[in-house]
């Protein structure tokens, strides 16, 4: 599936949709965005399960805000609904798939769990 560009308006739509879904903040003036886009859709199109969205920051800048974007690109992956990675620069093609495959194979269930026990 190709990336699909998210807006304030249907952000939380899309995290309440998709179990797993990794966004992209960039801009167009932004260098390492440029180069990061094509290793980002490559990603998107191996991994048809996952929800690859792309937020344009300059249009978007109340969602930027609102996602504490200091820096980009950053990107981020949400895992039903929760904040699982966050971090800003271009990855390569096998940061990235590192990074798809640890989101993936991550157990939701064991997360809450010790996020409970740390936080009676």
Same mark, same amino acid.
């Given at each position: 599936?190709?990336?699909?560009?998210?807006?304030?308006?249907?952000?939380a739509e899309t995290l309440e949709n998709n179990?797993?879904?990794?966004?992209?903040?960039?801009?167009?003036?932004?260098?390492?965005c440029r180069m990061f886009a094509p290793t980002?859709?490559?990603?998107?199109?191996?991994?048809?399960?996952? @929800?690859?969205? $792309?937020?344009?920051?300059?249009?978007?800048?109340?969602?930027?805000?609102?996602?504490?974007?200091?820096?980009?690109? @950053?990107?981020?992956?949400? $895992?039903? $609904?929760?904040l699982v990675f966050s971090q800003p620069g271009?990855?390569?093609?096998?940061?990235?798939?590192?990074?798809?495959?640890?989101? $993936?194979?991550?157990?939701?269930?064991?997360?809450?769990?010790?996020?409970?026990?740390?936080?009676?």
């Open positions: 599936m190709a990336t699909i560009d998210i807006t304030e308006q249907n952000f179990e797993i879904v990794f966004v992209d903040f960039w801009a167009a003036w932004c260098g390492p980002y859709g490559a990603a998107a199109e191996r991994h048809a399960d996952i @929800t690859f969205a $792309k937020v344009d920051t300059e249009a978007e800048q109340a969602l930027a805000a609102a996602a504490s974007i200091t820096s980009i690109p @950053t990107l981020m992956a949400f $895992k039903d $609904k929760t271009a990855l390569n093609a096998t940061g990235l798939e590192e990074v798809i495959l640890g989101v $993936k194979n991550l157990d939701m269930d064991k997360l809450r769990a010790d996020s409970a026990q740390h936080h009676p």
